[in-house]
């Protein structure tokens, strides 16, 4: 029998999603930002799909008494009520690993981007004040040789210390307990404080759980060097937005490059972007058409175990 499934997503899915979806059973999709679908095609739904970053607690669970799987799309499950599946025996599914190279790489693509003034510089020298070259303008911070600072030594984590390592960084760390890959990456193990009074970039690769929520506001901010860069690769929510804008303005660090942000998206008049210290993208860490599709295959496969009753390739909860 067609299994039923929602798909619980503002967007359409990445392309080659909704294919294996209906491959799997009838889809119906509920934008979350809309009123819910019709009682009877709730009840009826197995397993959830979710594809964006939209809250699912415990009241949405109970809206659909035949759920016996939520598969999510991507690594983060902080919108989602872990407790409340488990309290329900709802395994959970999620991506992790896929996209740790990624992630990686757009962490230090921030890196260099905020050290080295690639947005502005991109911007003035299509600008017509460009003309001549001046020696002494647009002048950033050495990214070779430096310290990086990362807080957050998981798989992603341990991926941006081995690209530091290749630019000759010196790697410190902070976790809620000692990396055992730290070793091998001859990174050392520091408290939140003195890693951010000591890095000349610090690079935020945690997950947003309930100790992680604002861990970086105005007191962690006023730690770090003035010439110092941070990168926001996890989720805005680690960061005090307010705080970072008034240390950004008063030029109390050198820059900030955020994947992410918190609201996501900003109000469009909110006040960080409207500076040229902080370069802000749209989430796109893992979004590369490669890792898009390995993260497709294994969010569609954790649902398709789900919903057969199987243990799914990466259970979160
Ligand atoms: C993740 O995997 O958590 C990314 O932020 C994309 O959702």
Redo the contacts with the bound molecule.
């Keep these: 029998m067609a299994h039923q499934i929602l798909l619980h997503s503002e967007v359409e899915p990445y392309r080659t999603i909704r294919p294996l979806l209906e491959g799997m059973g009838e889809v119906r999709q509920w934008n979350p930002l809309t009123p819910p679908p019709p009682a009877e095609i709730l009840q009826s739904i197995e397993g959830i799909y979710n594809f ?2 939209h809250h699912i607690g415990g009241e949405k669970m109970d809206l659909m008494p035949k759920l016996r799987v939520i598969s999510n ?5 902080d919108h989602i009520d872990l407790e409340a599946a488990r309290q329900r025996s709802i395994p959970v599914g ?2 992790p690993k896929l ?1 740790d190279g990624a ?1 990686a790489d757009m962490t230090f693509a921030l890196l260099l981007a905020a050290a080295r003034n690639l947005v502005v510089g991109d911007r003035f020298a299509r600008s017509a004040d460009f003309t001549h070259y001046d020696p002494s303008f647009m002048l950033g911070q050495e990214v070779h040789g430096a310290v990086l600072g990362i807080v957050g030594l998981g798989s992603i984590g341990y991926q941006v210390a081995k690209r530091a390592l290749a630019f000759d960084m010196r790697v410190i760390y902070h976790n809620r307990q000692p990396s055992a890959r730290a070793a091998e990456l001859g990174a050392r193990y520091l408290p939140l404080d003195d890693l951010l009074s000591q890095a000349d970039f610090v690079a935020l690769n945690m997950p947003l759980t309930s100790q992680t929520r604002g861990m970086i506001g105005r007191r962690e901010l006023t730690l770090m060097k003035p010439t110092a860069v941070l990168v926001n690769a996890a ?1 805005g929510g680690v960061i005090d937005h307010q705080a970072l804008y008034e240390t950004l303005r008063d030029r109390r660090i050198w820059a900030a490059g955020l994947d ?1 942000t918190e609201p996501e998206p900003l109000p469009r008049d909110h006040p960080l972007l409207g500076l040229d210290n902080a370069i802000i993208m749209p ?1 796109l ?2 979004a590369t058409h490669q890792t898009r599709q390995a ?1 497709a295959q294994r969010s569609v496969d954790n649902l398709r175990a789900g919903l057969e009753g199987k243990p799914l390739p990466s259970r979160v909860a």
């Design positions: 964006g970053h799309f991507g690594v983060g499950v999620n991506t996209l992630t989720r992410v989430h860490g893992s993260m």
